[in-house]
């Protein structure tokens, strides 16, 4: 895969949400180049621009990844120096349990629990991180109150060309956008926005405040999705090297069918491995999309992924070039029945 090296810096570096500046510093690093504007907004969306030509069937279309990532923050340190915590994201209790965790400024933990792990039943509220303080007065001395951290993954190679990291949520949306990017060199008939948003995790917030700004025609968020094909607590038919999954529905969306038989079209016309994407659990940014200013026409490109919102996520580097060739044909597609 081109540029796979981007893509395991993008899994190591740490932007918590609400805190996803060391990511976004290098997503604009890696953008500036190519870009036609590019700047940060208020809340820390990364907005960058590139001119398609000009046409009167043109349409604007934002793209959205997201830059962050699950973590927990420190709501009380314990007398003998135990750090309580609450989630940023949605984290699975047993997933964290003896998982290692790195702060913000470097310092290391691990993951235990009050308690076995299995009367902890889900409750992030029942584990605590252990820094290898003695007291309360020391474990301050590294770790304050409101200090969040996040998870330790290695980015390693699997048999099948599938690749296992941390934060492959949404990291590799984001690694999909820059190289989409890179290949739009300004002929396309539409103007195309590539959003990196913030806060996904905690409530799709950035994606809202970015499509007001924008104001765009169609919206499609570009993130991962569960994948189906192992034993879980799961149903459906998402399948890891299935193809570049194609979104239908979530609890908080269900795509444009327009949108949906565009990107079909584009998937059928260049031959791009692809699959209907149906989720009933979970959301992404198209949904904070879809409700932006007086509604915009939505869909979703999703990484089929394996153990998502862990140390140790597993994808297929196929399916990520094929969400590559799908956001530029869907970038160069003439839309003439909207």
Known sequence: MEHEELLQCLTQLQGIAGYEGSVREKIAKEAELYADSIFTDAM??????KKGKESKIGKKIMFAAHMDEIGFMVKKIEDDGRLRVCNLGWNWAATAYNGRVRFRNGVYGVVS????????????GKLYIDIGATSKADAEKYVKVGAVCGYCGDYVELANNRVCAKTFDDRVGCFILLEALKKNTGTYPNDIYYVFTVQEEVGCRGSRTSAERIQPDIGIAVDVTPAHDYPCDLEGSNVVGGGIGI???DPSVISDEFVVAAMEECCEKYQIPN????IDK???DSSSMNQSGFGVRTGGIAVVTRYPHSQSSVISKDDVEAGIRLCEAFSAYEFTSF
């Open 282 to 284: 979970g959301g992404t």
């Open 247 to 249: 979104k239908y529905a």
């Open 44 to 49: 820390g969306n990364l907005i960058v621009h």
């Open 113 to 124: 629990c009050m308690g076995s792990i299995e009367e902890a039943q889900n409750d992030v």
């Open 275 to 278: 699959q209907p994407e149906v």
